[in-house]
């Protein structure tokens, strides 16, 4: 699968959630099967992890599929349901940090005539 084709079945998956709480990276590793597993660490900033032990098509994926979506930051108890957790502190924002801290986060579609 190339990074476009997984960029287009990460839109889709987000695109067709209709329990309106955004899904979350875990998930969509899960929806893109094992051509979305590898070793790279997908970071947003220095430091800012949203998933490890992705695949080099996934993080492209990724990238390519950002205009497309929009992320918002769990809040701390909202982690707590996350399918799967990461062994990291908890990021409070999106900025770099010193060392690894994992950020949370659901992703949405970009409503319509939202940005460019």
Not at 13 to 40: F, K, N, P, W, Y
Request: proline share 7%.
């Amino acid at each position: 699968m190339t990074a476009q084709e997984m960029s287009d079945k990460i839109v889709a998956r987000i695109s067709g959630d209709r329990r309106g709480v955004g899904v979350s990276v875990c998930e969509l590793l899960d929806h893109c099967g094992q051509d979305a597993r590898g070793e790279l660490t997908l970071e947003l900033q220095p430091n800012l992890v949203l998933w490890s032990r992705v695949s080099d098509v996934f993080g492209d994926a990724f990238k390519l599929a950002l205009s497309r979506i929009d992320m918002q930051v769990l809040p701390p108890i909202l982690v707590l349901t996350e399918p799967r957790l990461l062994d990291l502190p908890i990021a409070k924002g999106i900025r770099p940090y010193k060392a690894p801290r994992w950020l949370p986060v659901a992703l949405f579609a970009k409503k319509q005539g939202a940005g460019a």
